[in-house]
Each structure stands twice: as structure tokens, then as C-alpha cells.
């Protein structure tokens, strides 16, 4: 069956067409979307504080008030891809402080572990061209408790739970509304929006919804440019004109008054001009000339008990009398066709429910992203050539004004290097073009270090994240031909050469002596070690790492895995694949290598640790048994015989450099495999420390929980690795839920939880084992049980368990919510968060409630393994998300 680049199916069905027109014939469908961020105030781009404080500078109560620089934010917000026009919702239920106009949370020094949102909102649906969008906001009747929240969460210590909007017991007795907000695009240029208030309560009760469009401020600092306007256009529309994209109308069905004001911090009409109008009462607050640069129309509902009331919007080149809800209908039936050519059509209905909902998420959590880093640094009053001492300071050469796929957009509205290569991952299953385009963002001469250096995020470029762009990108070229029976070389051969810059900076700057081990930093994983990996040590030298280590052997094989392919075309690249296989290989000499000073492997305990070097020149294994120690379990892949042997001449060289190098001989030997059909698998261990390891992995007393992967063992949850400097004893122990290290603000925790993405490469990992050793190896799954089970039943076993995190259980509740009994009941049981990570032993929901971003990746596992070995993974591209090569047949996995 033919197949379009952007979804499985070969159906000509509406959303493909779109998705279609959008990637080849620049029709700009993509061009607005729900690209508003949820939280601009306290970001690194709108500071402009001398103690570089973010979160004080500008506070969620200054927001409403203060012009914003670099970006917008709203409730349920949509705007053009470069911010020009924004609209978002604001409602006032008569008896809050303020008008509601963001999602309220608390700040990093406010809240017991870290910056937490507050509020209750939930992504139901979306396209990826955003021709349809669903989200539901659930809003109390009773005044919001903002002082309770600060005051409880900043009371309570590290050891104590959060203090949750639900704890407080605004929720009684349903006293709520549920704002459902719709958005459908009749055209690309021409949007409709639907309100539909729900009343949850047993009364009947009042809300005071604003719908509102507001420019983003750029004639405050942009020098002769252009101001924009909004004016009155009759009772029910608002006349926009901006130079970007000329005069459209905002138009409201019904006879509505609308306001005026301006999108700035000072003069007679400002910012928070809304809120003193209809909070405060005053009359003076809106501009009575009915002009400005942010308008919104006043809708006074009265919702029966049970009831609700509907509001329709629309955007377009012509003020609206009528607005046809017929266009939702459709677009709702489109969505319903897409997804049902995207996911596997042997999923159960829950599993479809989370895989949709999960896309939706994703989808939604785009965001506009603008930071000119030069000029962020000069209204700092600095020269950007000598600012290294502000934050972001060597990153001068910055210019960012792109829509970016965002982990979430309240607590982490700024991209992640490594969050949004697995992000593409997950995205694939929908929009392969925006896939590709979010891949090579990032290597872009805009964003890309002159040294080479990938920009880790907002609070510091510099930091240095996991190498997973390499990895991703022949994923999702392998991914993009198997759909279209050929891959985009241009696109594959483009990224290669900025990835090989890449390359080189790890190498030139990750490997302190040299020797082909590597020290990346904290590499993402926060407070997982013993020590601040991102600061200097209490004991002088550095560490080794295993994760770094494993990190670079896996970007040398992905690396020698694009070279292969690009070999197809242009025999000049078999050099380049042969000098990726010698890099990988003295990795594997370095981390193998058991004589003279102490290796990474343990011996007796069979596995890896990182390595802390002193500065006498001595060196001791760091025991802590961590996925640090896991990952050298990624490395390994698999590579198409057809590949290698089209070009014998490497495989001369190759055996001809083994040959000349016993160290390599010994190591690579027995760590390259050759599979059934010739698979070549490529590992950083042989047979023996692969057994070891997965006994440890599969063990539920250590690595495996009902729901996944931990990201420490539970072994010491009785047993703490403890390590003495002086008079200070550093420790880890198990923490399967919120971290009680203040690393990092003590906001993250890979001390015990499950995350997704080091799921997602566990399950790699073993898919491609699985190809090298074949049904003949097996292990027991759990270690222990007498279960024995192939390397493809364990992956699928993984996948299971990370699955049922979201699936409801016979009473109706899902593991991801914990104990709150609120979620299994009628107007919140199909409502889904996907958290930025989980408890390791009842796969609680923790972290960021809205991160989508890797989490998202529960819609790939999914999808993947549904229908077990029935299914035709590889027909559906599903084998090649994961594992890269989609070469597992049907007749393999039985």
C-alpha cells in the first residue's frame, strides 16, 4: 500500500491531503496553531533582574500588568507561528481576586519540591495540522485559593506531599465548571472557535467569559516598526490589522460588547485593563474610543445546574454573521479517520484513548519560542562579545523565532536538546515533516555552537545534554522511507555533516584524557549520581562516565549507521563509516579494558559504574546502581547485511584494523555479532555481561517495577550507597517518588521513578539484541520466577507495563493518578495527564503534570506491540520508531 509522508496509511483521507499540501505545496496549514505559550512570566528570556532571579523578576501577579518582551501567554491560546496575533481565554467567576487570564502555580523558592502548576486542564484531541483542537479547563465556582496554595506548599518540607489544588477542597460537590475549548479550521487562514461551559455544580451559577486577541508587543522595542491595530467593527467583531498578516476580523456569534485596551505596561490603558474593568468595577479602566492593541468580547453566561452554554468565535478575512458549527462535525470526523489510519487498528479502546490523548498533548504543547540572544544581552546594558558571566552569555549568536515542540508549557515552556529528539519519536506517528523539521532546528546555524555545541535549554545553553540527535534522526529517516519506499537522502545528508560537527565537540571537549571515556556533565539526569556531575567535585579529578561513555558508543553506531546508508548514493561516506566503527570500538576497548587502573565494569557485582578519578591519580567505582549504569545496554545495534556488504572494501578495513590491534580484537570480537539473515549486531559486551545485566534489570527487587523501568535500584532503598569527603558523607538511596536532594532546585527526581525515554531505549536495546541472539537466548522475566521469556517477550513485557501507568483498572482508576479517587469518577475518568515522570513502585504520576513532550512516547509502545506477534509491526513502521532498522518480520518474533 502506498503511503503519505506525514501518516501509516496510504488513505487520501482529509487530514493526510492537509499534512500533504502543508509539506509540498506550501499551503500553510501549520501556520497558526496552539503555539501560545502557558507561562512567559519567570522565564530566563524576560529577565532582566542584575541576580539573574528569573521567578522574582517577573511574577505570575506582575503578569497581568507588565508588557511582556520576548513571547505571549493564555488559557487554551492560538496564534500565528510567529506571535503576531494571539487568542486566548479569560473568565472571571465573580468571586476571584483577579481575572482569570493564566494558569496560576508556584515558583521554585514557593513550593516544597519546586515550580508546580496548580490548576486542572487536560489536552482531549488534535490534528497535526491543527485543523482540530480540544482541550478542557476545569474552573471552580468557589474563589480561588492562590494564598492557600503559596502558604500550605511553602510550609511544608521536602519529605511532605505538595499541596494540591484538589487538596484544598475547592471541588466539593462538583461546584465547578468544565471550560471545553474547540478550535476548526474552515481553511488555513480562517478559524473557528467553541466555548461550551459546562456547569458541574448543583445551583446555578455565573461566569463572566472574555475570549480575547492582543498583539504581541514588538513596537515597544522594535525601532520604526510598525504599530498594529484593533478597533470596533459593530457589536460583534474586532477589525486586526497588523503588517504581517494584513486586516482579519475576530467575530463572536450573539450581540456582545467588546473591550479595549492596550498591550502595554504603562499610559491611561494598559495591560490589566480586563481585570480592573470587571474585577475592580472601573469603568475608566477600557478605552471608550473602542481602539488598541488587545480586545476581547464580554460574554456574561448564566449556566443551569448540570446545564451549558455555548459560545462561537471565528477568525477570518471578513466579519462573521454566521458561524456554522457544521465545520467542527467534519473536522471531528476527519480527526476520528486520521487517527484511525495512525494507530493500529488492533488497539483495545483504552489503549487508543491514551495513544490519542497522548498525540493530542504533544500537539498542543507546541509553543512560539523568540530569544534573540544578542540583544537580549545588549538591553542588558552589556557588550555581548564580553557578557560570559551572564547567564547564556557565549551563546551571543542566538536567534530564535521558531515553533518548537516544548516538554510542557507551563513548567518547562523553553525547548530541551535530548526531550525534543525522543519527542520526535513520538511525533512521527503523525507528522513525519514536522518530525524532520524539529530534528534539524537544533543543528541549525542559529541555534548550533560555532564550537559545535548543541544548546542544552533556557536556564544554560552550556549545559550539556544526552547526544540522542543522531539517533533520532536515522529513526526518523528510516521511519520516513518506510512509508515512502525511499528515504530523503537530501534531508539525511544535510544533518550528518552538522551532526558531525557535533561529533567533534564531544570528543575534543568530553574526553579529558583522551582515552576514549567520557565526563558529560550531569548529562540530563540530574540528581541521579552521588555527586553535582555539572559542578566541580568536593574531591578534586573528575569522573568517568558510564552513561556519557554509553551515550557516545551509541552516537558513534548511529553515526557509522547514517554513513552506511548515505553510502548508497556516495561511496565517499564508507570512509566516514569506517572511522565511526574504529571510534566505537576504542569505547569499547576503554570500557572493557580490565587491566592496569580500575574499569567501569564490575566484575562482582556484574555491571557498570561510573569511575571517580582523584587527583593522587587513583580511581574508585562508584557504586550505585543506576541507569547510568543501564545505558551501556543502548548501545547496541543492529545493521542490514545489505548495507555492509555492498561495499566489501569496509569490511576489509575494518577486519583489517581488528587485526592490527589485539586490544580491539579481544573487545570488539565478542561484542559484534552476527544475527539470523546476517544481522550484524554491534554491543559494547559480550554474552556473559549481557545475562548479568539483564538479571539485574529484570529484577523487580532491583531495576523492574509493575510499570516499567526504574531509574535506580530498589536495592538501595535498603542498602544507600554512602561515600565520605571530610566531614560531609554524600549518599543515594531509593526515592521511588519526589526527589529529597535540593539538586537541581530538588525539582526532578531520577533517584527511583520511571521515566519513558530511558524506557524507550531499554526496549530498544533489547528488540535489537533480540535480532542478534535470536529466540535461543533467553531469560528469566522476572529474575527469579522461573519465567523465561526472549528478548523480544521482554521488550513487549516493558512496553506493557509502561502502558498500564494509563489504563483504567476494573474500578476505573489509573495508576498515574495515585490515590486520588477523583479521577475514576463521571466528568474526570477519561481525562489523561501525562507526567514527566512516575513512581517506581505504583506509578503514580509525578514532576510536570503536562509533560507530554517523552512522555508521549506511551502512544509508540502502544502501538508497537499491539496485537502481539499477529501484528505486521513492520508494515506499520512500528518496529523501525524503536530499534531503527525495521527488519523484524512476522516469522522472526514467532
Not at 462561537?312 to 462535525?329: K, N, Q, Y
Not at 539473515?677 to 554474552?687: S, T, W
Request: hydrophobic fraction near 40%; charge should be negative.
Amino acid at each position: 500500500m502506498a503511503t503519505s509522508s506525514s501518516g501509516f496509511s496510504g488513505s487520501s483521507g482529509a487530514e493526510q491531503r492537509r499534512l500533504h499540501d502543508a509539506d509540498h505545496a506550501d499551503v500553510p496549514w501549520r501556520r497558526w496553531g496552539p503555539y501560545l505559550s502557558e507561562r512567559q512570566w519567570g522565564t530566563v528570556r524576560e529577565d532582566y533582574s542584575k541576580d539573574q532571579d528569573a521567578w522574582h523578576f517577573l511574577s505570575h501577579d506582575e503578569a497581568r500588568s507588565r508588557a511582556y518582551r520576548w513571547g505571549e501567554d493564555g488559557i487554551a491560546g492560538f496564534c500565528d507561528d510567529e506571535q503576531s496575533v494571539c487568542i486566548a481565554l479569560a473568565m472571571w467567576n465573580g468571586r476571584d481576586p483577579i481575572l482569570k487570564e493564566r494558569y496560576f502555580g508556584l515558583t521554585n523558592s514557593e513550593g516544597n519540591r519546586g515550580e508546580d502548576v496548580k490548576e486542572y486542564w487536560f489536552y482531549v484531541d488534535a490534528t497535526p495540522t491543527h485543523s482540530y483542537q480540544k482541550m478542557v479547563y476545569k474552573y471552580p465556582q468557589r474563589e480561588f485559593p492562590y494564598n492557600d496554595l503559596v502558604a500550605t506548599n511553602r510550609a511544608r518540607g521536602r519529605d511532605d506531599f505538595e499541596y494540591e489544588l484538589l487538596d484544598t477542597g475547592i471541588f466539593a460537590e462538583d461546584r465547578y465548571f468544565d471550560v471545553v475549548v474547540e478550535y476548526a479550521k474552515a481553511g488555513p487562514e480562517e478559524i473557528l472557535a467553541r466555548i461550551t461551559v459546562h456547569n458541574r455544580g448543583p445551583e446555578e451559577a455565573s461566569l463572566r467569559l472574555l475570549p480575547t486577541i492582543w498583539f504581541r508587543n514588538t513596537w515597544s522595542w522594535e525601532t520604526g516598526g510598525q504599530r498594529p491595530s484593533l478597533r470596533a467593527a459593530g457589536r460583534s467583531a474586532i477589525e486586526a490589522s497588523h503588517e504581517r498578516i494584513g486586516t482579519r476580523w475576530f467575530s463572536v456569534l450573539g450581540d456582545h460588547q467588546s473591550l479595549f485596551t492596550e498591550n502595554e505596561s504603562d499610559g491611561p490603558y494598559r495591560k490589566d485593563a480586563f481585570h480592573r474593568y470587571v474585577v475592580g468595577g472601573d469603568k475608566d479602566a477600557v478605552n471608550p474610543a473602542e481602539t488598541g492593541t488587545k480586545a476581547a468580547f464580554d460574554i456574561d453566561l448564566r449556566v443551569p445546574a448540570g446545564g451549558a452554554e455555548t459560545v462561537l468565535l471565528r477568525f477570518g478575512d471578513s466579519p462573521a454573521t454566521e458561524i456554522g458549527a457544521e465545520v467542527f462535525d467534519q473536522r471531528i470526523a476527519e480527526a476520528d479517520e486520521f487517527y484511525a489510519t495512525c494507530l493500529a487498528p488492533t488497539l483495545g479502546d483504552a489503549e487508543r484513548q491514551v495513544s490519542r490523548q497522548a498525540v493530542a498533548g504533544m500537539l498542543w504543547s507546541k509553543q512560539y519560542f523568540g530569544y534573540d540572544v544578542e540583544r537580549w544581552l545588549t538591553e542588558h546594558g552589556r557588550d555581548p562579545l564580553q557578557a560570559r558571566d551572564l547567564r547564556n552569555g557565549d551563546w551571543f549568536h542566538m536567534i530564535c523565532h521558531d515553533v518548537i515542540s516544548m516538554p510542557d508549557k507551563w513548567e518547562y515552556p523553553w525547548f530541551a536538546a535530548w526531550d525534543l529528539a525522543f519527542h520526535t519519536i513520538a511525533l512521527s506517528l503523525v507528522d513525519l515533516g514536522f518530525a524532520k523539521q524539529q530534528l534539524e532546528l537544533l543543528l541549525s546555524r542559529r541555534y548550533l555552537h560555532p564550537s559545535g555545541q548543541i544548546p542544552a535549554y533556557e536556564w544554560n545553553f552550556s549545559d550539556v545534554n544526552p547526544p540522542v540527535h543522531a539517533w533520532a534522526t536515522h529513526l526518523v529517516y528510516e521511519l520516513d522511507k518506510a512509508r515512502n519506499g525511499e528515504g530523503d537522502h537530501d534531508w539525511l545528508e544535510a544533518i550528518f555533516h552538522k551532526l558531525s560537527r557535533n561529533f567533534s565537540w564531544w570528543v575534543n571537549r568530553k574526553d579529558a584524557d583522551g582515552n576514549n571515556i567520557f565526563q558529560g556533565g550531569f548529562l540530563g539526569l540530574d540528581n541521579i549520581g552521588v555527586f553535582d556531575r555539572s559542578a566541580p567535585l568536593p574531591t578534586g579529578g573528575h569522573l568517568d562516565q558510564a552513561d556519557g561513555t554509553a551515550w557516545m558508543a551509541l552516537y558513534c553506531q548511529s553515526m557509522l549507521t547514517i554513513a552506511l546508508e548515505l553510502s548508497i548514493k556516495d561511496p565517499v561516506y564508507v570512509e566516514q563509516a569506517q572511522a565511526y566503527f574504529e571510534h566505537f570500538a576504542w569505547i569499547a576497548v576503554a570500557v572493557n579494558h580490565e587491566t592496569g587502573s580500575a574499569t567501569m565494569w564490575d566484575e562482582e557485582d556484574g555491571f557498570f559504574y561510573d569511575l571517580l578519578r582523584l587527583p593522587d591519580g587513583t580511581s574508585q567505582r562508584l557504586r550505585v546502581r543506576s541507569l547510568v549504569g543501564l545505558l551501556p545496554l543502548a548501545a547496541a545495534t543492529v545493521y542490514d547485511p545489505a548495507l555492509v556488504d555492498r561495499h566489501p572494501q569496509l569490511m576489509e578495513g575494518i577486519q583489517d584494523f581488528v587485526n592490527r590491534h589485539p586490544s580491539v580484537s579481544s573487545v570488539v570480537s565478542t561484542g559484534r555479532r552476527e544475527g539470523r539473515q546476517g544481522k550484524r549486531l554491534l554491543a559494547l559486551f559480550e554474552e556473559n555481561k549481557l545475562r548479568r545485566i539483564l538479571s539485574r534489570l529484570l529484577d523487580e527487587n532491583e531495576f523492574l517495577s509493575p510499570y516499567g523501568i526504574r531509574s535506580v535500584s530498589r536495592h538501595h532503598a535498603e542498602h544507600p550507597f554512602e561515600f565520605r569527603v571530610g566531614d560531609q558523607t554524600y549518599a543515594v538511596d531509593y526515592q521511588p517518588a519526589e526527589s529529597l536532594s535540593g539538586m537541581f532546585g530538588g525539582n526532578s527526581n531520577w533517584r527511583g521513578p520511571i521515566w519513558m525515554p530511558a524506557n524507550a531505549l531499554m526496549i530498544r536495546a533489547l528488540l535489537n539484541l533480540y535480532l542478534g541472539y535470536g529466540d535461543d537466548f533467553t531469560v528469566e522475566c522476572p529474575t527469579g520466577s522461573g519465567v523465561r521469556m526472549n528478548l523480544f517477550e521482554v521488550a513487549r513485557e516493558i512496553s506493557d507495563r509502561q502502558t498500564r501507568i494509563f489504563l483504567p483498572s476494573a474500578d476505573g482508576r489509573r495508576p498515574c493518578y495515585g490515590g486520588q479517587k477523583v479521577f475514576a469518577t463521571e466528568h474526570w475518568r477519561d481525562l489523561i495527564l501525562f507526567n514527566e515522570y512516575f513512581h517506581g513502585d505504583d506509578g503514580a504520576g509525578l514532576g510536570a503534570s503536562h509533560q507530554t513532550g517523552w512522555t508521549g512516547l506511551v502512544a509508540v509502545f502502544s502501538n508497537m506491540f499491539a496485537g502481539l506477534a499477529g501484528t505486521e509491526l513492520l508494515d506499520q513502521g512500528m518496529a523501525g520508531m524503536l530499534h531503527a532498522l525495521p527488519v523484524i518480520d512476522t516469522e522472526e518474533r514467532r
